[in-house]
């Protein structure tokens, strides 16, 4: 059985950081890409960043590049997110998600993924 399960999140002060991580199981980790996404109070989700296998090609929203790193650890089966100089917008509930044979841009479209954590609540205080 697949699991993803996140944790990490919390509460912070604007320009705080945090670190979420996603453990992996059920799956042979470093054969899938992954993503981060993320959903606000009363908005869809919407995608955050992706790293492929192998920990080749990376791609960020907009909204979060400079301040937000996806990273990788296969010999421990868990995706990083590393978050710094969060602000207030930041707030939501942050997803993590796999799949073997999407793309780049499929992941950051949100096509054809297989996997799905619960997810982990980041709040940002003003």
């Known amino acids: 059985q697949v699991q993803l399960v996140e944790s990490g999140g919390g509460l912070v002060q604007a320009g705080g950081s945090l670190r979420l991580s996603c453990a992996v199981s059920?799956?042979?980790?470093?054969?899938?890409?992954l993503g981060w996404f993320r959903q606000a109070p009363g908005k869809g989700r919407e995608f955050v960043a992706t790293?492929?296998?192998?920990?080749?090609?990376?791609i960020y929203a907009d909204s979060v590049k400079g301040r937000f790193t996806i990273s990788r650890e296969n010999a421990k089966n868990t995706v990083y997110l590393q978050m710094n100089s969060l602000k207030p917008e930041d707030t939501a509930v942050y997803y993590c998600?796999?799949?073997?044979?999407?793309?780049?841009?499929?992941?950051?479209?949100?096509?054809?993924?297989?996997?799905w954590g619960k997810g982990t609540l980041v709040t940002v205080s003003s």
């Open positions: 998600a796999a799949d073997r044979w999407t793309t780049a841009q499929d992941m950051a479209a949100q096509k054809g993924i297989n996997y």
């Open positions: 059920g799956l042979l980790f470093s054969n899938y890409a």
């Open positions: 790293i492929m296998k192998y920990g080749g090609t990376t």
